[in-house]
């Protein structure tokens, strides 16, 4: 007799796959975070007031200007930077020449930016502190030492909306500084060519070119957390949700 063989019936099942776990999750050490720059937030504390002098000076004229009643003490300097670039001066206002303001209502649409960054990460920015092998977070105690000197973070979705307005209101700093150097450029030097050499470097290429350097510093330093910040994200779908939701 031909005997067959018996299997069994029941086999074990197979190993389960672990389901991958997701990038973002609501634990604030595990989410994605902004970590302001100390010097980004330095230059912004100094210049944003600077901004707002010089446009309160731009869109009260005439009466800001020198010979008028709002002119002294507050916009005084203005009266020597008038007569080194035009363009703040007589001849451009006598001229309605529109580029003056123009760049002004521009810079105020920037500083508004600037502005709502620094608040964020005022009132959400949350201080950095060693936790035993990794790194913890505590309540921070707020002020201008700890704005300015401590390490923080913002977190989630308001850290990556802050960071996007400052990065972009950084982008418009640098183009329109460049525009208006290049105005000049085009212009042959209209409003500025009738200075000497070292009253030029250090009455408006300095002061003017501080405008291109610190922000062109602020988008590559901003731009560099975007992108890394892409490079480890998942992708996203039509609708708004990634494909690891």
Sequence with gaps: ?????????????????PSPSPVHTN????KWVHTPSTAITLWLVLSVPLVLWDAAYVLLRPHSMP???LHSPLWTPYALYGTIDYIYGWPAF?????FTA????????????????????????TSLTANGRGGGQRRPRKG???????????????????LLVAYSASVMTVGKTVLYWLNEVFSGFEN??????????????????LWIVFPGY????????????LEDSAPRQRGGRSKSS
């Design 27 to 30: 634990n604030n050490n595990n």
């Design 218 to 229: 602020n988008v590559y330093l901003l731009g560099a957390e975007i992108v890394a910040a």
């Design 144 to 162: 201008v030492r700890w704005f300015l000197q401590e390490t923080k973070v913002v977190a989630g979705r308001r850290g990556a909306g802050a």
């Design 102 to 125: 123009a760049q002004t209502v521009l810079n105020l649409v920037e500083s508004a930016g600037y502005v709502y960054y620094l608040a964020v990460v005022y009132c959400h920015g």
């Design 67 to 69: 010979g008028h009643s």
């Design 94 to 98: 006598n001229a309605r020449n529109g």
């Design 1 to 17: 007799m031909v005997s067959t063989r018996h299997h069994p019936t029941d086999f074990p099942p197979p190993p389960k796959t």
């Design 192 to 209: 500025i060519g009738h200075n000497d050499l070292w009253t030029l470097v250090f009455f408006w290429i300095i002061p003017n070119g």
